[in-house]
């Protein structure tokens, strides 16, 4: 039983297959899957999803890379979303990307900042796409002591994410794992507590080895376990069982 916690099944790299590859990962063993938002068309398609199956959540929000479509309306279509769909479980995916900077920085911030207000508003945790963009995300954080999530797609330092999970946070593995440079990563996972970890494909983008280079999809979401698990002297099947009870918790499910 395995919880893919970030992947965009509405990515249009499914249009083809989305309905067979949808009956294909409950026999897979995906038995929980979070589909963040990255703008509000997406939003709208991931609370689609989630009406549609039950083993299927949504969150809400605007990534970086969209973060110039912030304002009053889209906040507010976003809160209505939320309001009518109980599957919504998080604002997400929100944040700062100054590795591609779509977006001026400024404009990033701003639009960080008003979807962390929306999330503590509606008492909901967020999901944090953080790229070579630490220091400024941290300052933000400190506005929003109540707001917590996952850091998906972790980048950081292993001493960041110690800090990260002593104020709650979580923190998302994907494929990268599985890569051989990822030395900075693997001595994050060898830090924190197994408590605090997801595992997440973050698909269509990042399939981990011996899959890289294809076209990612949740059901590939068993080779972070595989790894997590190796690292930390654990089964794959215990890893599996914690990582999805750690989803559970963080999106409150
Ligand atoms: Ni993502």
Same mark, same amino acid.
């Given at each position: 039983?395995?919880?893919?916690?970030?992947?965009?099944?509405?990515?249009?790299?499914?249009?083809?297959?989305?309905?067979?590859?949808?009956?294909?990962?409950?026999?897979?063993?995906?038995?929980?899957?979070?589909?963040?938002?990255?703008?509000?068309?997406?939003?709208?398609?991931?609370?689609?999803?989630?009406?549609?199956?039950?083993?299927?959540?949504?969150?809400?929000?605007?990534?970086?890379?969209?973060?110039?479509?912030?304002?009053?309306?889209?906040?507010?279509?976003?809160?209505?979303?939320?309001?009518?769909?109980?599957?919504?479980?998080?604002?997400?995916?929100?944040?700062?990307?100054?590795?591609?900077?779509?977006?001026?920085?400024?404009q990033?911030?701003?639009?960080?900042?008003?979807?962390?207000? #929306? =999330?503590?508003? +509606? *008492?909901?945790? /967020? $999901?944090?796409?953080?790229?070579?963009?630490?220091?400024?995300?941290?300052?933000?954080?400190?506005?929003?002591?109540?707001?917590?999530?996952?850091?998906?797609?972790?980048?950081?330092?292993?001493?960041?994410?110690?800090?990260?999970?002593?104020?709650?946070?979580?923190?998302?593995?994907?494929?990268?794992?599985t890569?051989?440079?990822?030395?900075?990563?693997?001595?994050?996972? #060898? =830090?924190?507590? +197994? *408590?605090?970890? /997801? $595992?997440?494909?973050?698909?269509?983008?990042?399939?981990?080895?011996?899959?890289?280079?294809?076209?990612?999809?949740?059901?590939?979401?068993?080779?972070m376990?595989?790894?997590?698990?190796?690292?930390?002297?654990i089964?794959?099947?215990?890893?599996?069982?914690?990582?999805?009870?750690?989803?559970?918790?963080l999106?409150?499910?």
């Amino acid at each position: 039983m395995l919880f893919d916690t970030h992947a965009h099944l509405d990515d249009r790299r499914f249009d083809q297959d989305r309905e067979v590859l949808l009956a294909r990962l409950p026999e897979a063993g995906i038995s929980l899957l979070m589909n963040p938002g990255c703008d509000l068309p997406s939003s709208r398609a991931a609370c689609a999803l989630a009406r549609e199956r039950d083993w299927i959540y949504a969150a809400v929000g605007s990534h970086p890379d969209a973060a110039d479509d912030i304002g009053d309306e889209v906040l507010e279509a976003y809160r209505q979303l939320v309001r009518e769909n109980p599957k919504v479980k998080a604002i997400g995916e929100i944040g700062l990307d100054y590795h591609y900077e779509d977006v001026p920085r400024q404009q990033q911030m701003l639009c960080f900042r008003r979807q962390l207000e #929306l =999330a503590r508003e +509606l *008492e909901l945790p /967020v $999901i944090v796409h953080e790229r070579e963009a630490h220091e400024d995300a941290l300052t933000i954080l400190e506005d929003f002591p109540t707001v917590t999530g996952v850091f998906h797609c972790y980048s950081g330092s292993a001493e960041m994410a110690k800090q990260l999970v002593a104020k709650g946070w979580y923190i998302g593995f994907t494929g990268v794992i599985t890569f051989k440079n990822a030395r900075k990563l693997v001595e994050t996972a #060898l =830090a924190i507590p +197994l *408590e605090r970890m /997801v $595992i997440e494909t973050d698909c269509p983008y990042m399939a981990p080895e011996p899959f890289r280079g294809r076209r990612n999809d949740p059901g590939y979401v068993y080779r972070m376990a595989e790894r997590l698990a190796e690292l930390r002297g654990i089964t794959p099947e215990e890893m599996a069982q914690i990582t999805l009870e750690n989803g559970k918790r963080l999106y409150r499910i």
